[in-house]
T-cell receptor
Framework: NAGVTQTPKFQVLKTGQSMTLQCAQD?????MSWYRQDPGMGLRLIHY???????DQGEVPNGYNVSRSTTEDFPLRLLSAAPSQTSVYFC????????????FGEGSRLTVL | SQQGEEDPQALSIQEGENATMNCSYK?????LQWYRQNSGRGLVHLIL?????REKHSGRLRVTLDTSKKSSSLLITASRAADTASYFC?????????????FGKGTHLIIQP
């Protein structure tokens, strides 16, 4: 009963490096999304997808890229990491395309030096 | 921004007491959700209340919604140490699509033993 699985849990990058945060869900959910959580800022939507092959931008998409080649997976790519991308990243999924109850992963804590 | 705002930002009470948190929002909504986040963990969905509902219960949780005041409250009765967490409201604004769910900054609840 895995739910939403994120990897890695922790990552340290140097400025300019690229990396991919992985997210997988085993609930056959249509909707998947990425949020970042910063102190005092709440959760902000980065990118989302309403189904395989469909992605769109959220509130803070700059510097990030996503793809949705399968229903299960929704990776988040940091193209050229910057210190401003130091944050905790959460992947979340929902059964339908318009999100109702969101199921969250445990988070990926990223530090960019 | 349609972001909900929780009040208070932090709340400390004795075990066994009731805890009340409030959420205010700016525009018409389809539904409002409450989530809990334990330290270092992902968010967990607690309850969803639709715009045509005024009150919902789930175990020790009671949520009210006043659309005329654009506000909601979450009441946790007979609090326990395990209720120590941050609580977030999330609003799905009317006409919002797949990017329409926005989170507040949270209330940090501490239950003193």
């Amino acid at each position: 009963n895995a739910g939403v699985t994120q990897t890695p849990k922790f990552q340290v990058l140097k400025t300019g490096q690229s990396m991919t945060l992985q997210c997988a869900q085993d609930m056959n959910h249509e909707y998947m999304s990425w949020y970042r959580q910063d102190p005092g800022m709440g959760l902000r939507l980065i990118h989302y997808s309403v189904g395989a092959g469909i992605t769109d931008q959220g509130e803070v998409p700059n510097g990030y890229n996503v793809s949705r080649s399968t229903t299960e997976d929704f990776p988040l790519r940091l193209l050229s990491a910057a210190p401003s991308q130091t944050s905790v990243y959460f992947c979340a999924s929902s059964q339908t395309g318009v999100p109702g109850e969101l199921f969250f992963g445990e988070g990926s804590r990223l530090t960019v030096l | 921004s349609q972001q909900g705002e929780e009040d208070p930002q932090a709340l400390s009470i004795q075990e066994g007491e009731n805890a009340t948190m409030n959420c205010s929002y700016k525009t018409s909504i389809n539904n409002l959700q409450w989530y809990r986040q334990n330290s270092g963990r992902g968010l967990v969905h607690l309850i969803l209340i639709r715009s045509n509902e005024r009150e919902k219960h789930s175990g020790r949780l009671r949520v009210t919604l006043d659309t005329s005041k654009k506000s909601s409250s979450l009441l946790i009765t007979a609090s326990r140490a395990a209720d120590t967490a941050s609580y977030f409201c999330a609003t799905m604004y009317s006409g919002g699509g797949a990017d329409g769910l926005t989170f507040g900054k949270g209330t940090h609840l501490i239950i003193q033993p």
